[in-house]
């Protein structure tokens, strides 16, 4: 049995049906703390989970012994910062209820997301490699730091085998982000098919890494496939996917839609986190370890989103 935490999140949501797709739906329990989309609950089994619920947490577990658990609620980076005590609360004692209950029900694997928010103002912006200077200044971004230190902890003192991808920015199409900063290279692709237009948060030439969801969850299924003793990091591994700005995302849209503008809001607060992030990512311990290879770049991405999308919205 695999359960999901979280199931109802922007990566969530994509891991529940991929996983589905795999072990089939009655092995991969869904999870999270309210009730389900349609979509989720009637295609499988639902739990609802509250992982600052010790109690409710340990029936789930003593119910279900999963033999791997993907722990995926989280507050984001814009939300964090809006709600820091809280985030820091969910994002660590969240982690370590789960890791807790994990060594005790004895669960084979753990997957815990990690981002490329771990690394700050003083870490090198461009190609970041896995190890360097990281002073992340969001609460999202420590709590996603120390999240790693928890999770290497885990490994080493009790044998946990728990992996975990430092992942860029999200985009997808079947569950909307919430609450970060990378969501406006979500927004802007249903704003572009609603309204024609769109006015991004982020400045014209913000760069960041960012990554579509269909290799985003193929490596995660990658990474918690590889063989234990090709796994040579046990914080988090980093993951490049792609870089552009919103001017390169909206000139990818405009080759689909023609008539698309963009505009530009400024003084958003999402803007200073964004400045404070690597512009590229080096990943390449995971394509040492796991045999990590990127297949979408923007122009698939841009056209797969659109064609999914127009069909939903
Ligand atoms: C956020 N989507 O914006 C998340 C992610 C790298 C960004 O961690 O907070």
């Known amino acids: 049995k695999i359960l999901v935490i979280g199931a109802n999140g922007q990566i969530g949501t994509e891991l529940v049906v991929a996983l589905r797709g795999i072990h089939g739906a009655e092995n991969v329990i ?28 340990h029936h789930i577990f003593d119910k ?30 969240g982690l370590i209820h789960i890791l807790d209950f994990a060594v005790e029900f004895k669960t084979a694997k753990v997957f815990w997301p990690s981002s490329i928010a771990v690394f700050g103002p003083n870490s090198p912006q461009f190609h970041t490699p896995q190890y360097c200077v990281m002073d ?17 902890y885990y490994f080493t003192k009790y044998g946990l085998d728990v992996r975990s991808i430092r992942y ?13 900063t990378t969501d406006y290279a979500v927004h ?51 993951l490049a996917g792609l870089s552009f700005t919103p001017t390169q995302l909206a000139g990818e849209i405009k080759k689909l839609i023609p008539g698309f503008e963009i505009s530009y809001a400024d003084n958003d607060p999402r ?43």
């Open 64 to 93: 279900h012994r999963p033999t791997q658990v993907y722990l995926l609620a989280a507050i984001l980076s814009a939300i964090g910062e809006q709600k820091p005590k809280m985030a820091w609360d969910l994002n660590m004692t």
């Open 136 to 152: 992340p200044n969001t609460v999202y971004g420590f709590s996603k730091l120390a999240g790693e230190r928890w999770c290497e």
């Open 188 to 238: 802007i692709f249903h704003e572009a098919l609603k309204k024609g237009k769109y006015e991004s948060f982020l400045s014209a030439d913000t760069a960041l890494p960012m990554m579509y969801m269909d290799d985003a969850i193929r490596a995660t299924i990658s990474l918690m496939d590889a063989p234990a003793d090709q796994i040579t990091i046990r914080s988090s591994y980093n």
């Open 168 to 180: 860029p920015g999200l985009i997808g199409w079947r569950a909307n982000p919430g609450g970060g």
């Open 271 to 313: 803007q200073a986190i964004a400045d404070s992030w690597p512009k590229s990512i080096d990943d390449s311990y995971a394509q040492r370890d796991w045999g990590w290879k990127l297949e979408y770049d923007l122009a698939a991405m841009t056209s797969d989103m659109l064609s999914n999308l127009k069909n939903i919205i």
């Open 30 to 57: 869904a999870s999270d703390i309210n009730d389900p989309g349609y979509a989720i609950r009637h295609s499988g089994p639902y739990e609802l989970v509250n992982v600052l619920d010790k109690d409710n947490l």
